[in-house]
C-alpha cells in the first residue's frame, strides 16, 4: 500500500505573523506542495488565500500534491476535505492584532496614509472584518463554511451573533490545534514544527510587519470592548499553550 504524506492545514488568523510562517514554509516545501500557489488564482482578484470556493475547487485537481494548506480558512473548513490534516495555528492579544491590522490598511491605502489609527477604526471599521475574528475563525461550523462557500462569499466575513456557545466551541477547537502557536513565541513554534516534523525552517524573518506605534487608551478601549470574545479566546489559548510547554 502506497505511503499517503502526511498533510497540514495552518488556520492563518489575520496579522498574527502567519505571512512569516508561510514564508519559512516554502523553506520546507516546493510550490507545488503549498496552497496556495501560483497556479490558484490572483491574490487580489480570486483570493485563493480567502476564498473557500476556491480551496474547493482547485482541491480535486491539486489533492495529490498539496501537503500544506495554508489561508485565512476557518478551522472547520477541514471537514470539507477528504484528507485528514495536522492542524496549526497562531494566535495574537486582540488589541494588538487590530492595531496591526489598521496599521497594515495605511500602509496599503495612499489615500489613508495621513489618517490617525482613531480615524481609520471609524472609516473602514467592518465588525464582521474585525470583531472577535478569532472566535469566528474557530466557531464557524463546517454548515456555515460550505454555506458561505456555496455563494462564492468568504466566510471569513460572514455575519454572526457571538453567543457564549460559539465561544465555547472556538475554545475547544484550539485545545485540538495540533500545534498551538502565539505570536509573542513564534519562534517556539517554528522550533516545534522543526522538532517534531524534521522541517528545516530557517532562521527566523520578517514579513508583512509595520511599525508598532502609540495608541490613544480611549481607541484601545474601543478595540477591547469590540473584541471581548477574542480576549476570553486568547486567555484560553494562552493557558492551554502553558500547559502544553
Known amino acids: 500500500m502506497t505511503r499517503v504524506s502526511r498533510r497540514f492545514f495552518f488556520v492563518h488568523v489575520q496579522k498574527a505573523a502567519g505571512t512569516e510562517v508561510r514564508e519559512r514554509l516554502k523553506r520546507q516545501f516546493a510550490p507545488a506542495q503549498l496552497y496556495p500557489d501560483a497556479t490558484d488564482g490572483d491574490l487580489f482578484r480570486v483570493a485563493p488565500q480567502v476564498s473557500v470556493a476556491q480551496l474547493l ?5 491539486r489533492r495529490a500534491d498539496i501537503r500544506v494548506i495554508t489561508g485565512h480558512f476557518p478551522y472547520a473548513t477541514t471537514e470539507l476535505l477528504d484528507s485528514d490534516f495536522v492542524t496549526m495555528s497562531v494566535l495574537r492579544e486582540p488589541v494588538e492584532r487590530v492595531l496591526s491590522h489598521l496599521r497594515h490598511h495605511r500602509k496599503l491605502t495612499p489615500e489613508a496614509r495621513e489618517r490617525s489609527l482613531e480615524e481609520l477604526y471609524d472609516e ?8 472577535n475574528h478569532m ?19 468568504w466566510a471569513v466575513l460572514k455575519v454572526i451573533d457571538f ?11 484550539v485545545e485540538q490545534l495540533d500545534v498551538l502557536g502565539l505570536q509573542d513565541h513564534l519562534d517556539g ?3 516545534e514544527l522543526t522538532s517534531r516534523f524534521g522541517w528545516d525552517l530557517g532562521a527566523p524573518l520578517y514579513a508583512n510587519r509595520t511599525p508598532a506605534e502609540d495608541a490613544p487608551r480611549g481607541l484601545r478601549d474601543r478595540i477591547a470592548a469590540d473584541n471581548a470574545l477574542d480576549a476570553e479566546l486568547w486567555e484560553h489559548a494562552r493557558e492551554v499553550w502553558a500547559t502544553r510547554h
Do not use: G, M, Y
Open 57 to 61: 475547487a482547485r482541491w480535486p485537481d
Open 189 to 191: 513554534f517554528c522550533a
Open 124 to 131: 473602514v471599521l467592518q465588525p464582521e472584518f474585525f470583531h
Open 163 to 173: 453567543t457564549p456557545e460559539r465561544l465555547a466551541r472556538a475554545k475547544a477547537h
Open 135 to 153: 472566535v469566528k475563525l474557530f466557531s464557524l461550523t463546517a454548515d456555515e463554511v460550505a454555506e458561505s462557500a456555496a455563494l462564492d462569499r
